[in-house]
């Protein structure tokens, strides 16, 4: 039987591309082949920007409470097919279904805040800036951007602009993830539902030729990228070279520390869903566990019992807490970086190498994994192994852990378990990393507030969503204004 191939969505229509290359797509659960992504072209791209050019001035005049009605009846159709987005997404991704759930509620929550546009985006005025002068400004839309998201979030990461874009007045071009291409297939076949005018979304499918056809192009303003440092630091190079706006978030290596005086049993479940969830492809995972003062033992003991605890399957089962990860490639990455834990003289306390789900030999699974006496310096400590591996290094005290932290090459997020006020303060007051969970595992802003790292981990200045997520999507244009 042969596998369905994904259709490129421009300007309104499902069409083929123009390629001879085709990649596969996964169920990671499984270990099987489950659809053929086209590995797009130039010209699959300069189709998308065409359409998206031609829609952009009527959809630039359409008032912006217009606008925002079509998000109202896209959240609509996002709840009526809830069930079916998380699903597919599970099927790609492998990640466990109910955090689908969680990932398509966060990508329903940024259209929600993208309907507040006629307050988000409106202007600046002052009078009399002088004698009988007034000064105003407005945010103009700028013309056609485009998204390039990553493979662990195959919904929301792309909605983390998408809807800023369309409320603000733009036209959009979105290229998915090659690994994950079914869930935004099926986002776009719902979005297709609320009659948004032709060629006001669009959407690509492909790699490298596709990211590199976007970069080049003339009629794009402005880039959001969301992938691994490497890749970020490129898209920000090449847009910079070419006079693009971009935004350009990358990985991450987080820290989580826990103080002597953390409530450990409040505590674990948040930890465990940390460090597993998503079986550790999450850039907000915590990756590095820095138990300080004499808490670690104990620390240790819990942390491994409870990793124990957790139960690993296909996502799509209800009961299951952590799926595989995405690729047998992928596999074979974070096996290498256990690897060189073990050779660097790390204690392996936890070995999820050879682990084995009943019912799916050929599935992509690590078991949860976890290294005791790390030092800062090893690999394990230091590289995003995005896999469900965690590396203890223990700290003295607070000063470690800062220092620990602010030495990573990522600031991405950073997290503290205490029960002082003084502690969290002085924590999140000195870390480098832009988002910082206080007894919480996951720093996760909500649609509302920015999301970015620093460092490595972002390159630009205008994080994705929130109120600064308008400017990025904007310009300013300030009029002064005397009438005799
Ligand atoms: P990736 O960088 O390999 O791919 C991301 C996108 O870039 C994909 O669409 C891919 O097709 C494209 N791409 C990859 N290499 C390219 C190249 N050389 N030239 C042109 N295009 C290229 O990332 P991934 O493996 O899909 O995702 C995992 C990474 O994303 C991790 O590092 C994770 O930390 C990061 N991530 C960061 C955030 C954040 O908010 N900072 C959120 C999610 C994921």
Redesign the pocket.
Known sequence: MSLPMMKNYINGDWVDSNTATYGDVWNPAKGEKIAQVPYGTKEDVDAAVKAAKKAYWEWRTTPPLSRARYLFRLKDAFEENFEEIAEVLTTEQGKAIDESRGEVRRMIENVEHATGVTTLMCGYTLEDIAKDIDCYGHRQPMGVFAA??????PAM?AWWFLPYALVSGNTYIV?????VPMTQTKIFEIMEEIGLPEGVVNMVH???D???GLLDHPDIEGIS????????K??YQQCCATGKRVQA????KNIVAIMPDADIEQGMPSLTTSFFGCAG????SGSVLVPVGDVADELVEKFVAAAKDIKVGNGLDEQTFMGPVISAAHKQRVLDYIEKGIQEGAKLVLDGRDFKVEGYPKGFFVGPTIFDNVTPDMTIASE?I?GPVVSIVRAKNLDEVISLVNTRNYA?ASCIYTSSGATAREFKYRVKPSMVGINIGIAAPMSFFP???AGN??FGDTK?HGQEIFNFFTDTKVVIERWF
């Open positions: 390039i998201v990553p493979y662990n979030f990461v290229k998915p993830s090659e690994q492909g790699a490298h596709v990211v590199n990228f969301v992938g691994a440092s490497p890749t970020a490129y898209i978030l990358g990985g991450a492809q999450r850039c907000l995003e995005f991405n999301f970015g790292g981990s972002m994705g």
